[in-house]
C-alpha cells in the first residue's frame, strides 16, 4: 500500500516547484484519515531517505524522484550473455561494459572494457569457453602487470573476474531471454574500488560520474554501501561522497 500511496504522492505533486507541508498532509489525510501530525513527521522522513521529496526551504519540499538506470545491451554484450545462458545455466553471472560510462564522464574514453563477472567456480570454465568461442582479447582476473603491459594494447579487451557474493544485479529480458547487468550501485563502487582495472576513470574524472549519476537517475544507498561494506570501501567512499558532494548526500549519509 505505501508504495500506492507513494506512486500517488508523485503523480499529485511531480508538475510543482514546490509544495508546503501542510498540503503533504492534507493529500495523506485522503489515505489515513486518523493521520496525526507527528506520524506526518516520520512520513517525510521516510520520503527523504527514499529520495522521493527534499526540501527547498522549512516546510516546503518538491519531487526529487529520478528515474531508474536502463542502459542500452550491445550486440556484442547480447552474444556473450546468450552463451553464457546456454552453456551455464542458473549460474550467477553479470555483464556490462563501459561504454556505459560516457553518458556520465567528462571525457569520453576512446577505450572499452566489456566487464563479465560470474560465480568463483566458474570463472576459468567461463574464460576457456569464450575463448573458444569468440576472437575477442580475454583477460581473467588481470594484474596490474597484465593491465599495464597488455590490456593497454588491446582496444575492447574482455575482463572476467569473480561475481562478489550479494551483488546488486538486475535481471532483464532481451532478444527472448534474460540478461543480468550490475545495479548503477554496483558499478559506482566498483570504479571506485578497482583503480587499476579503472584507471582512465579516476581522480575528477571520478568525481563528476559520480555527481551527474547522483543528480540524474535514482540510487539506493541502502544496496551502495551495503555492497561497498562488502568490498571494505563503505567508509572511503562515504568519505569522497562527503568531501566532494556534499550538497548531494547531505541528507543521506549520517
Known amino acids: 500500500m505505501a508504495k500506492i500511496i507513494e506512486d500517488k504522492l508523485i503523480v499529485e505533486f511531480k508538475d510543482r516547484n514546490s509544495f508546503s507541508r501542510e498540503e503533504l498532509f492534507d493529500f495523506y489525510k485522503n489515505f489515513e484519515p486518523s493521520l496525526k501530525e507527528g506520524t506526518l513527521g516520520w512520513?517525510?522522513?521516510?520520503?527523504?531517505?527514499?529520495?522521493?521529496?527534499?526540501?527547498?526551504?522549512?516546510?516546503y519540499y518538491t519531487i526529487s524522484y529520478k528515474p531508474?538506470?536502463?542502459?542500452?545491451?550491445?550486440?556484442?554484450?547480447?552474444?556473450f550473455a546468450k552463451v553464457i545462458?546456454?552453456?551455464?545455466?542458473?549460474?550467477?553471472?553479470?555483464?556490462w561494459d563501459t561504454d556505459w560510462i560516457n553518458e556520465f564522464s567528462q571525457h569520453q574514453s576512446s577505450k572499452k572494457l566489456i566487464v563479465i563477472e560470474i560465480e568463483k567456480d566458474f570463472i576459468e570454465s567461463l574464460y576457456h569457453e569464450l575463448k573458444d568461442t569468440f576472437r575477442s582479447n580475454f583477460y581473467l582476473n588481470p594484474d596490474k602487470k597484465i593491465i599495464d603491459f597488455y590490456m593497454s594494447e588491446s582496444q575492447n579487451p574482455v575482463i572476467i573476474k569473480k561475481l562478489i557474493t550479494r551483488s546488486p544485479i538486475s535481471k532483464r529480458?532481451?532478444?527472448k531471454f534474460e540478461i543480468y547487468t550490475p545495479l548503477l550501485e554496483k558499478i559506482l563502487v566498483d570504479l571506485f574500488t578497482e583503480k587499476k582495472l579503472f584507471?582512465?576513470?579516476?581522480?575528477?574524472?571520478?568525481?563528476?560520474i559520480?555527481?551527474?549519476v547522483l543528480k540524474n537517475y535514482t540510487l539506493n544507498y541502502t544496496k551502495l554501501f551495503s555492497y561497498?561494506?562488502?568490498?571494505?570501501q563503505e567508509q572511503d567512499i562515504k568519505q569522497f561522497m562527503n568531501n566532494h558532494m556534499y550538497h548531494l548526500v547531505k541528507d543521506i549519509i549520517e
Open 210 to 212: 559520480y555527481e551527474n
Open 85 to 95: 545462458s546456454e552453456r551455464f545455466g542458473e549460474v550467477k553471472y553479470c555483464l
Open 228 to 232: 561497498a561494506k562488502r568490498r571494505d
Open 68 to 79: 531508474k538506470y536502463k542502459p542500452e545491451i550491445s550486440g556484442e554484450l547480447l552474444k
Open 199 to 208: 584507471y582512465f576513470y579516476q581522480g575528477a574524472e571520478l568525481i563528476h
Open 43 to 59: 512520513r517525510i522522513y521516510d520520503l527523504k531517505n527514499k529520495n522521493i521529496i527534499k526540501s527547498i526551504q522549512r516546510g
Open 173 to 175: 529480458k532481451e532478444k
